[in-house]
């Protein structure tokens, strides 16, 4: 079925309808991020790479679901997809505190490289600001990597990240030459 909403619908009189979680699956289907490597530029106390792609999104307490740098000079969180694809779409949870504003200016980078850390990859997106406990979604046209790199230019930056998915087709078969 294609549609923009799912509703759900309790018929009849004076009832109620509690749900708990509901997850709707489709073409979006396959988080790619989940089993992927995760590495940072550095780490703030527990707050470890890995934990942003541990499917919680951090609402309950951050510093058990979240992942953070330390206050560095272009910090930066990598997700290495073990293979090459075609990155649809990337969905970014921010943490839901008074410290939002450390997603602001972060790139989202796509591609092969690890040059620089990765951060000389081609550019998906730049996240102006994602308000706090907001998941946002950006679309990457499929573009082609094995690297998710985000990064935060510039002196004294903070970068904090609750869950990132990737989502899109692969893997990419690699050309071979003759």
Same mark, same amino acid.
């Given at each position: 079925?294609?549609?923009? %909403?799912?509703?759900?619908?309790? !018929? $009849?009189?004076? =009832?109620?309808?509690?749900?708990?979680?509901?997850?709707?699956?489709?073409?979006?289907?396959?988080?790619?991020?989940?089993?992927a490597a995760v590495i940072q530029s550095s780490t703030f106390?527990?707050?470890?790479?890995?934990?942003?792609?541990? #499917?919680?999104?951090?609402?309950?307490?951050?510093?058990?679901?979240?992942?953070?740098?330390?206050?560095?000079?272009? !910090?930066?969180?990598?997700?290495?997809?073990?293979?090459?694809?075609?990155? #649809?779409?990337?969905? /970014?949870?921010?943490?839901?505190?008074? %410290?939002?504003?450390? /997603?602001?200016?972060?790139?989202?980078?796509?591609?092969?490289?690890?040059?620089?850390? $990765?951060?000389?990859?081609? /550019?998906c997106a730049v996240i102006p600001a994602i308000p706090a $406990?907001?998941? %946002?979604? %950006?679309?990457?046209?499929?573009?082609?990597?094995?690297?998710?790199?985000? /990064?935060? !230019?510039?002196?004294? =930056?903070?970068?904090?990240?609750?869950?990132? =998915?990737?989502?899109?087709?692969? !893997?990419?078969? =690699?050309?071979?030459?003759?």
């Amino acid at each position: 079925m294609v549609g923009r %909403y799912v509703v759900i619908h309790l !018929p $009849g009189d004076e =009832k109620f309808l509690t749900l708990a979680e509901v997850g709707v699956y489709g073409y979006l289907a396959g988080n790619r991020a989940v089993g992927a490597a995760v590495i940072q530029s550095s780490t703030f106390a527990d707050w470890f790479a890995e934990k942003a792609i541990d #499917s919680n999104r951090g609402f309950q307490q951050l510093n058990t679901t979240c992942t953070s740098t330390l206050n560095e000079s272009n !910090p930066w969180w990598r997700l290495d997809l073990l293979d090459v694809y075609r990155v #649809s779409e990337v969905v /970014i949870t921010n943490r839901n505190d008074s %410290y939002a504003e450390q /997603i602001n200016g972060a790139e989202i980078r796509i591609g092969n490289s690890l040059e620089n850390n $990765g951060s000389n990859n081609p /550019i998906c997106a730049v996240i102006p600001a994602i308000p706090a $406990g907001e998941s %946002y979604s %950006y679309s990457c046209s499929g573009m082609e990597g094995r690297y998710v790199n985000l /990064i935060i !230019p510039g002196d004294m =930056k903070t970068l904090t990240l609750c869950e990132v =998915k990737v989502y899109g087709e692969g !893997p990419c078969l =690699k050309k071979k030459h003759l």
